[in-house]
């Protein structure tokens, strides 16, 4: 039986204004649904379907509805939109998207949400602390908020990130009660990862295995926050994961399971074969999936620098706007867009309006290429960033 506070039962008779009022209904529901006694605070929202490409006009209408009197009761930030907010019309994207694009990031900023469009947000100022309760949306920083920094969130959608935004409440259940986050399935990984794709790899690899089943991941020597958020977006693609444990990587402590599976090379190799299609006609190569930090900028920067994106080619590297003005700043902005890639935030190859306009994604991320196949319809090769840009400017 779920208790509320008096503050809280105030919000829910509508003392509060209308918006509160419907996100409280929205936080109760699913209280009563998961079986919450109580609600707690939030000190962090990240607040997922953002691009009108998959908000549509019915999505609009209600977040126009909910600004009309609602604010933010704590820090909160967007995923990506469709677009790059001010070089939109550089990108290709029409006029007709772009007003309407705006129009949801205006409904978002009435009502008092920072509208940076990243799925990073941790690395950009929206970082909470080990064991602090949070509501975030976005399913691969969801995960890197559970497993790496250790804060407590379930996977929240659209519309309960928004409440939870409203209220600054959250129902306890779930990822939110230690019970819930122990691991079940020990995976003993025996191949040695060296790169981001490696780590989007075995993600995928551990995803379609575990399914929900929270893993423990031992026989890692060596990974950097990037292999991290790259891990994070796949597991949490291809399997329903939103939280893990990485043997001297992750700071939750838990049981060891006893029940134990091996990945192995060939395991990777395979699931290397299951995304590059054969005889992909490449013409797209999107990097930043999720949002490249400074130090991938600067890494793409120089393997661009002086070159030439081939011609029939479009390059895009996604990043949040933060981090693209400091890569603006150090000069690795102009390195990249001299060579005739874009240096896209705000959005990604994911969310942005891109279907029919390319045959073929080279990328150095698993979850691009599920969405790219799945959304876009296009045909894919998973490669190292190196590579990637390597294809950018071979003719
Ligand atoms: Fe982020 Fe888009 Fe990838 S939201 S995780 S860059 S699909």
């Keep these: 039986m779920l208790e509320l506070t008096t503050d809280e039962k105030a919000m829910l008779e509508g003392k509060h204004g209308k918006a509160t009022r419907k996100a409280m209904e929205i936080i109760t529901t699913l209280g009563e649904i998961y079986g919450a006694e109580r609600l707690i605070p939030v000190s962090s929202v990240q607040i997922a379907g953002v691009s009108y ?24 930030t967007l995923n990506p939109a469709g677009m790059d907010m001010l070089e939109w019309k550089r990108h290709g994207i029409s006029e007709d998207f772009a007003k309407d694009q705006q ?29 602090e309760h949070i509501a975030w949306a976005e399913s691969s920083a969801v995960c890197f908020a559970n497993s790496v920094i250790g804060a407590c969130t379930n996977r929240e959608g659209g519309p309960s990130a928004l409440s939870a935004a409203l209220t600054g409440r959250t129902a306890e259940y779930g990822l939110h009660l230690d019970k819930n986050r122990a691991a079940q399935v020990k995976y003993e990984v025996g191949v040695k990862l060296e790169t981001t794709d490696d780590f989007g790899l075995l993600g995928q690899v551990i995803g379609e295995r575990t399914k929900n089943a929270i893993p423990y991941i031992t026989g890692i020597s060596h990974a950097t926050t990037d292999d991290l958020k790259s891990f994070c977006a796949s597991i949490a693609t291809y399997g329903g994961v939103a939280i893990f444990h990485m043997e001297n990587f992750t700071p939750n402590r838990t049981p060891v399971p006893e029940k134990t599976e091996t990945v192995t090379a060939e ?10 299609d054969e005889g992909a006609e490449i013409d797209f190569i999107s990097v930043g999936c ?22 029939g080619k479009t390059v895009w590297v996604t990043t949040a706007r933060p981090t693209k003005e ?7 902005s102009d390195k990249i867009e001299n060579a005739g890639a874009f240096l896209v935030s705000d959005a990604c190859c994911a969310v942005a309006p891109l279907k029919g306009r390319f ?34 400017t071979s003719e």
């Design 53 to 76: 490409d998959n908000l549509g006009e019915f999505g609009l209408r209600y977040l126009s509805e909910m600004a009309e009197d609602g604010s933010v009761k704590v820090l909160t």
């Design 103 to 131: 129009r949801v990031i205006d409904a978002f900023e009435q009502m008092g949400v920072i509208t940076t469009c990243t799925c990073t947000p941790y690395l950009i100022g929206n970082l909470p602390h080990y064991g």
């Design 267 to 276: 395991d990777l190799e395979k699931a290397r074969s299951a995304l590059d």
């Design 290 to 311: 999720p949002h490249a930090s400074i130090g991938e900028i600067a890494k793409i920067a120089s393997l661009l620098d002086g070159k030439r994106v081939a011609s």
């Design 326 to 332: 400091l890569a603006v700043k150090m000069g690795y």
């Design 359 to 392: 045959k073929g994604l080279m990328t150095d991320s698993a979850k691009a290429c599920f969405y790219a196949r799945g959304k876009n319809k296009f045909r894919t090769e998973i490669r190292t960033i190196e590579e990637c840009m390597r294809e950018a």
